[in-house]
């Protein structure tokens, strides 16, 4: 078995187009560190722990709405000033790092049954519908559970902390390694036809039993290797920095004002790498399951790739609300990809109590991997020319 699965493992990475996409999925990663290496700033701040240094002064500043515009306007006027002559390294890091930083919605909005709400207005529906007895239907369920959610998270503080930004960017890697996947896997079944070894494969001893589950293993065991090659390149980001300000709440990294939850830095990278890894576990069964059934290399190809991206451009077109919320939150892509999940607090209804679109999400995948390897299996042993 151990030699079927490194001859398997062999063809998929002998194959020069893996190489390709991982040498540009490389670059792609540390293209940040390579902008600063070469990014031109004055000297006294031309390092993340000098930049750290002189922001100490500004560290655990509660974020204010009036701050936020005095931020805004003072970036604008330096950045103008920039044009004209060399800043200062505190004008720098006033025009360019702190806003990335500070400028977050302090008062952030959630979508509740297509209306929008902050806590204070999720205060007052419920109370409303406490006062009309309204309390055991879904609006009230769902409108509490969001609220308590929203309730709990603290108050945004300025905190200097560019790595993150870098290192939990799953989105980013979903698209490399779902095209690794289609590259690298989805002719592995399929292959076999279209050279013509078909008949002297499944006429062999263990054409329909060993070699069958050699491929799903050589193809799980490459798709975990680029997916943990692939986060690792992110977690440079890191080590420059010593992975400061680790144990920071979730909600204060921009675009992630809204998230339900309520989690640090550190546990949300945890919590992502594994739901990431139970999206390119499945990605990759159902790309092999493709490859069985269609017995032509750039059909499968295209038809993995398809899986990937034709949910969300459907969802534009679909009829209802509910249609569109689900094409576009249900898929494959949003699983792989771990952010869009934690960006918004979306809930669906299951029967009567608000689940949100995370956890529902990642149930229907976790059932998912077992039956799907299941039939890769059972019908990998009914090949038939």
Request: some cysteine; overall charge positive; glycine content about 4%.
């Amino acid at each position: 078995m151990i030699e079927l699965i490194k001859f398997e493992l062999g063809k998929i990475f002998s194959k020069k187009s893996v190489w390709i996409l991982l040498v540009v999925t490389m670059f792609s990663a540390l293209n940040g560190i390579f902008y600063d290496l070469t990014a031109i700033m004055p000297k006294e701040v031309d390092t993340v722990k000098e930049q750290r240094k002189m922001l100490a002064s500004y560290q655990g500043q509660i974020i204010t709405k009036e701050g936020i515009e005095n931020v805004k306007k003072e970036s604008k006027e330096l950045r103008k000033k920039e044009l004209k002559e060399e800043l200062t390294g505190m004008e720098y890091l006033k025009a360019n790092v702190i806003p990335f930083d500070y400028i977050l919605k302090i008062d952030p909005t959630y979508l509740i049954d297509n209306d929008v709400y902050n806590v204070y207005d999720m205060k007052k529906e419920i109370n409303k519908l406490e006062k009309e007895g309204d309390t055991d239907t879904f609006e009230y369920k769902n409108t509490k559970y969001i609220h308590d959610l929203a309730n709990k998270k603290e108050t945004p503080r300025f905190y200097f902390k560019p790595a993150w930004h870098s290192i939990i960017s799953f989105d980013s890697t979903a698209i490399f390694l779902s095209t690794l996947v289609a590259l690298g896997v989805a002719t592995i079944f399929s292959n076999d036809y279209q050279s013509n070894s078909a008949p002297i494969v499944l006429s062999s001893k263990n054409g329909k039993n060993k070699l069958v589950k050699a491929k799903v293993i050589s193809a799980l065991i490459f798709s975990t290797t680029i997916f943990i090659f692939t986060n690792f390149l992110y977690l440079i980001y890191g080590l420059g920095d010593s992975f400061k300000g680790w144990n920071l709440p979730l909600n204060f990294l921009k675009n992630y004002e809204n998230t339900p939850l309520n989690v640090s830095l550190i546990e949300f990278y945890i919590i992502g790498f594994g739901i990431g890894l139970i999206g390119i576990i499945l990605f990759t069964l159902l790309t092999i399951i493709i490859s069985l059934f269609i017995k032509n290399n750039m059909m499968a190809t295209l038809i993995t790739l398809g899986i990937y991206y034709v949910p969300n451009f459907i969802a534009d077109f679909m009829p209802t609300k509910m249609l569109y919320k689900i094409f576009k939150e249900l898929n494959i892509s949003k699983l792989m990809e771990v952010e869009f999940m934690f960006k918004h607090t979306n809930t669906y209804n299951i029967l009567g109590n608000p689940v949100l679109y995370s956890n529902l999400l990642i149930t229907i995948a976790l059932i998912s991997i077992p039956i799907v390897l299941c039939m890769t299996v059972h019908f990998g042993k009914k090949q038939t020319l």
